[in-house]
Every structure is written in structure tokens, then in C-alpha cells.
């Protein structure tokens, strides 16, 4: 276990669809951050959470919409996705959010679009 | 922008043989950090190293950091086949609004052989 549990691990949607990544963090870390990793491309920082404060929106399209209730549980709701928005999305945490301290990641949700 | 890039794309080695892996960036950074990911999951974090270093080690992992030409290398020493994985450099910009923020890079795929 990494300390940082995502769930689903898998999900199919189709284009209509409405759904939720989740995201949960037992280690007391302060940061939060979605990630997306597609093939062929680098890591891309979405979002990023300090103390359930987003600190970080990185131009993302409003079809991807983040929310952290508080420091150890982050969301990713997801509504009329394209299918180049396929893609593994990694939840990671830190301790804090802006010393580029080191992450602790999740195991991802493999999400396909259709 | 800044950006980690490692080189090189993949690499194919023996069990018993060492691998290096390369990295390049293009801004002044606070620290730099290497991660592993193996197929499927989330990355792990292995060693940092921060920008007034030159050198560190970490059990069969040794990094190297040269400021003054943006680059960094990552050795593993008597590798094995457990090695097999992606591995990803990381860097903490050190001015301006990506303050903090990870970047990193498109990866090195490690198959060892054994």
C-alpha cells in the first residue's frame, strides 16, 4: 500500500457520462494533486490542493471539475469527457504544497472514453 | 519551460550490468528528483537531491547533479530483474510562478534482462 488509495482502478465511460475519481490519503499530508498521464507525454499537473485550498489550476477544461472536502479526500468529477481526455489520473499527496517535497502517488484510475 | 528530459528513451541491459539514465533541464531549480513507476501503477519516489548537492546515493542508486549544465544521472548499480520499470526525473522550479511546482519528464523504460 502507498498511503494513497484511488479508486476506481478502472473506468469506462461513455461521453454523456457523468462520473467521480476518488482520491484518499492516510499519511497527514496537507497537498494534494491530480495528475494526468498519457501515453507518450509527460506527467501533467491539473490540479493541486494545499490545506483544501486549490492553489494550482493548470488550464484545465472545465470538464474536469476537482474537490477536496478536506486534506485527506480529493475528487475528480468528470462530465462530458472527449476520448482524448483517455488517459491514467494519478492522485498524489505532499506534506506541503509548495517546496517541491516529494509525492507519494497513488495507483492511478485507468479511465477510457468512448 | 521547464521541463525534465530524459535520455535515454529506453534501455535494455543484463541482469549483474549497471544502467544510467539521463536528464536535462532548462531552468534554475531547487531540488531534483527521480521516481519509478512500474507498468500499470503509480510512481514511487527513490532519491532527492537538492540543487547545493553534487552527489548522493541511496542503497544501489546513485545521482549526480551538475548545475551548471541543467543535467542530472541516475545510476543503478548490479541491476535487476525487479529494475524493469519507467524512470522519471523531476524538477522544483526555483523562481517565478512554477515556484514549487514539480515538472517532469517523459521517462526512461529499463527492461533488465535475466
Known amino acids: 500500500e502507498t498511503g494513497v488509495t484511488q479508486t476506481p482502478r478502472h473506468l469506462v465511460m461513455g461521453m454523456t457520462n457523468k462520473k467521480s475519481l476518488k482520491c484518499e490519503q492516510h499519511l497527514g499530508h496537507n497537498a494534494m494533486y491530480w495528475y494526468k498521464q498519457s501515453a507518450k507525454k509527460p506527467l501533467e499537473l491539473m490540479f493541486v490542493?494545499?490545506?483544501?485550498?486549490?492553489?494550482e489550476n493548470n488550464s484545465v477544461p472545465s470538464r474536469f471539475s476537482p474537490e477536496c472536502p478536506n486534506s485527506s479526500h480529493l475528487f475528480l468529477h468528470l462530465h462530458t469527457l472527449q476520448p482524448e481526455d483517455s488517459a491514467l489520473y494519478l492522485c498524489?499527496?505532499?506534506?506541503?504544497?509548495?517546496?517541491?517535497?516529494?509525492?507519494?502517488f497513488g495507483n492511478g484510475t485507468r479511465l477510457t472514453v468512448t | 519551460s521547464q521541463q525534465g528530459e530524459e535520455d535515454p528513451q529506453a534501455l535494455s541491459i543484463q541482469e549483474g550490468e549497471n544502467a544510467t539514465m539521463n536528464c536535462s533541464y532548462k531552468t534554475s531549480i531547487n531540488n531534483l528528483q527521480w521516481y519509478r513507476q512500474n507498468s500499470g501503477r503509480g510512481l514511487v519516489h527513490l532519491i532527492l537531491?537538492?540543487?547545493?548537492?553534487r552527489e548522493k546515493h541511496s542503497g544501489r542508486l546513485r545521482v549526480t547533479l551538475d548545475t551548471s549544465k541543467k543535467s542530472s544521472s541516475l545510476l543503478i548499480t548490479a541491476s535487476r530483474a525487479a529494475d524493469t520499470a519507467s524512470y522519471f526525473c523531476a524538477t522544483d522550479a526555483r523562481w517565478g510562478t512554477s515556484y514549487g511546482k514539480l515538472t517532469f519528464g517523459q521517462g526512461t523504460i529499463l527492461t533488465v534482462h535475466p
Open positions: 537531491i537538492r540543487s547545493n548537492e
Open positions: 490542493y494545499s490545506l483544501e485550498e486549490r492553489v
Open positions: 498524489a499527496s505532499s506534506p506541503e504544497g509548495r517546496t517541491g517535497s516529494p509525492l507519494h
